[in-house]
């Protein structure tokens, strides 16, 4: 089992910066990507960016240029981040980690919310 726990939600406004994070515990030896996702009211959830073991990335096209995807190498890559810049309150909704376990399929965090005002 892996636990992800996400923080750094909070309201900003537009234009504005916010850094989320996700700690992994547990059996994490098999998780080979991780990645943040979001979903706001009556819209499906949807991928915001993805990065893999050997560090390769993948963003969503409206987030390219502002949001950086990053994890801690020196704590056996169990810290995931994503640094956000230059929000629009088009970015408010609650933002969820997952990771992708090779054995047992995906995990997700609890989720924060991410409100950025106009």
């Known amino acids: 089992q892996v636990q992800l726990v996400e923080s750094g939600g909070g309201l900003v406004q537009a234009g504005g910066s916010l850094r989320l994070s996700c700690v992994a515990s547990?059996?994490?030896?098999?998780?080979?990507?991780m990645g943040w996702y979001r979903q706001s009211p009556g819209k499906q959830r949807e991928l915001v960016a993805s990065?893999?073991?050997?560090?390769?990335?993948?963003?969503a096209d409206s987030v390219k240029g502002r949001f950086t995807i990053s994890r801690d190498n020196a704590n056996a890559k169990n810290t995931m981040y994503l640094q956000m810049n230059n929000l629009k309150p088009g970015d408010t909704a609650i933002y969820y980690c997952?990771?992708?376990?090779?054995?047992?399929?995906?995990?997700w965090g609890q989720g924060t919310q991410v409100t950025v005002s106009s």
């Open positions: 997952n990771a992708d376990d090779i054995r047992y399929g995906e995990y």
């Open positions: 547990g059996s994490t030896l098999s998780i080979n990507a």
């Open positions: 990065i893999s073991n050997d560090d390769s990335t993948l963003y």
